[in-house]
T-cell receptor
Framework: AQSVTQLGSHVSVSEGALVLLRCNYS??????LFWYVQYPNQGLQLLLK??????LVKGINGFEAEFKKSETSFHLTKPSAHMSDAAEYFC?????????????FGKGTHLIIQP | NAGVMQNPRHLVRRRGQEARLRCSPM?????VYWYRQLPEEGLKFMVY????????ESGMPKERFSAEFPKEGPSILRIQQVVRGDSAAYFC????????????FGEGSRLTVL
């Protein structure tokens, strides 16, 4: 069984500031980990994924995430926030090799960018 | 290469009516997943299907909800006798196989029950 906890349902940063969205996972087997972004009234788009290769994963739009097994974390970061980054971000986990129920999602973090 | 297509994007039903949501997976994808999203919550798994087979329906309510993915045509999520609590966004996702874990999502169908 696996689960995901995203700390902070809302995160507010100033434009140009560092973005840090936290994700901790629980998995009984080695996991695949994902970050998805959802813009208003749209579906989810994949930002990046960890599949047991490099622990630092680079994604689209300047985002990256680091897999830390000892901390069971997969936090999402971006050095400099842009207004267009305002969206809902979801962390998700899947057992290595895929799972019958697809992905298990966290509750999401709403990222607010202050001008 | 078209993405995952869902229709309708918005659906309004009165209590007791039926709702049918359709999903065409990406070309070459044979695995379909349905998720439900409620306000302020993440996505909750409902059902996983392959062509003509329901693989895992552990997230589906026991009554009123059903899903299919026929040999020809889109996957359909059917909700009978809708109630206000069924109001939500329903997302379909597809993948080429089960082993990558990565899912490709449609834009969702937003059901409003009056």
């Amino acid at each position: 069984a696996q689960s995901v906890t995203q700390l902070g349902s809302h995160v507010s940063v100033s434009e140009g500031a560092l973005v840090l969205l936290r994700c901790n996972y629980s998995s009984s087997v080695p996991p695949y980990l994902f970050w998805y972004v959802q813009y208003p009234n749209q579906g989810l788009q994949l930002l990046l994924k960890y599949t047991s290769a490099a622990t630092l994963v680079k994604g689209i739009n300047g985002f990256e995430a680091e897999f830390k097994k000892s901390e069971t974390s997969f936090h999402l970061t971006k050095p400099s926030a842009h207004m267009s980054d305002a969206a809902e971000y979801f962390c998700a986990v899947s057992p290595l090799g895929g799972g019958a129920d697809g992905l298990t999602f966290g509750k999401g973090t709403h990222l607010i960018i202050q001008p | 290469n078209a993405g995952v297509m869902q229709n309708p994007r918005h659906l309004v039903r009165r209590r007791g009516q039926e709702a049918r949501l359709r999903c065409s997976p990406m070309k070459g994808h044979s695995h379909v997943y349905w998720y439900r999203q409620l306000p302020e919550e993440g996505l909750k798994f409902m059902v996983y299907l392959q062509k003509e087979n329901i693989i895992d329906e552990s997230g589906m309510p026991k009554e009123r909800f059903s899903a299919e993915f026929p040999k020809e045509g889109p996957s359909i999520l059917r909700i009978q006798q809708v109630v206000r609590g069924d109001s939500a966004a329903y997302f379909c996702a597809s993948s080429p196989n089960q082993n990558t874990g990565e899912l490709f999502f449609g834009e969702g169908s937003r059901l409003t029950v009056l």
